[in-house]
T-cell receptor
């Protein structure tokens, strides 16, 4: 079945780069997503990458996709305290192409 | 657009009581999803609708849980009777289609349910 895996925790110093990793299973996923959840809030779409791309950059965010290894990563440059949140990776899978979410990575930015 | 609107934001109820959570999806979105989030189990898909029709309810934990979508602008998730282990944050999300879009899903702010 479909399964999306992420490490649970990541701590970085303010100003450093953060790299959050994700592995997925459905090689036919069309889009892969990164969502951000701040405390007490819902999930907010941060960025996405289409499956025929290797990389996508959006300001401080860089998404890398390795389709061979089914590995997705999110790099946040110059990490700020406001980036502290839970980050979810998601793939499109199943017959209806619905989103399957990972368990989320809690990013803590230390001053 | 006001986004996906959920109510109430917080609900505290006693074990055995009926609980109804409400969701208004984004106008024009054809798919609606109910998720439950807990520390132990993470984000779980409970049920989703496409064009107001339930498509997959395999994530609904027990018969105590039921969901309806009487029209395109409203959905409810009901728990009867509620139990302490139902305590969680319940999210509603909507999408123009079931999946495979760059827009992904748009989530509401959630309802934090506490059953005592």
């Amino acid at each position: 079945g479909e399964d999306v895996e992420q490490s649970l925790f990541l701590s970085v110093r303010e100003g450093d780069s953060s790299v959050i990793n994700c592995t997925y299973t459905d090689s036919s996923s069309t889009y892969l997503y990164w969502y951000k959840q701040e405390p007490g809030a819902g999930l907010q779409l941060l960025t996405y990458i289409f499956s025929n791309m290797d990389m996508k950059q959006d300001q401080r965010l860089t998404v890398l996709l390795n389709k061979k290894d089914k590995h997705l990563s999110l790099r946040i440059a110059d990490t700020q305290t406001g980036d502290s949140a839970i980050y979810f990776c998601a793939e499109t899978s199943g017959s209806a192409r619905q989103l399957t979410f990972g368990s989320g990575t809690q990013l803590t930015v230390l001053p | 657009d006001a986004g996906v609107i959920q109510s109430p934001r917080h609900e505290v109820t006693e074990m055995g009581q009926e609980v109804t959570l409400r969701c208004k999806p984004i106008s024009g979105h054809n798919s609606l999803f109910w998720y439950r989030q807990t520390m132990m189990r993470g984000l779980e898909l409970l049920i989703y609708f496409n064009n107001n029709v339930p498509i997959d309810d395999s994530g609904m934990p027990e018969d105590r849980f039921s969901a309806k979508m009487p029209n395109a602008s409203f959905s409810t998730l009901k728990i009867q009777p509620s139990e302490p282990r139902d305590s969680a944050v319940y999210f509603c999300a909507s999408s123009p289609e079931t999946g495979g879009l760059s827009s992904g899903y748009t989530f509401g702010s959630g309802t934090r349910l506490t059953v005592v």
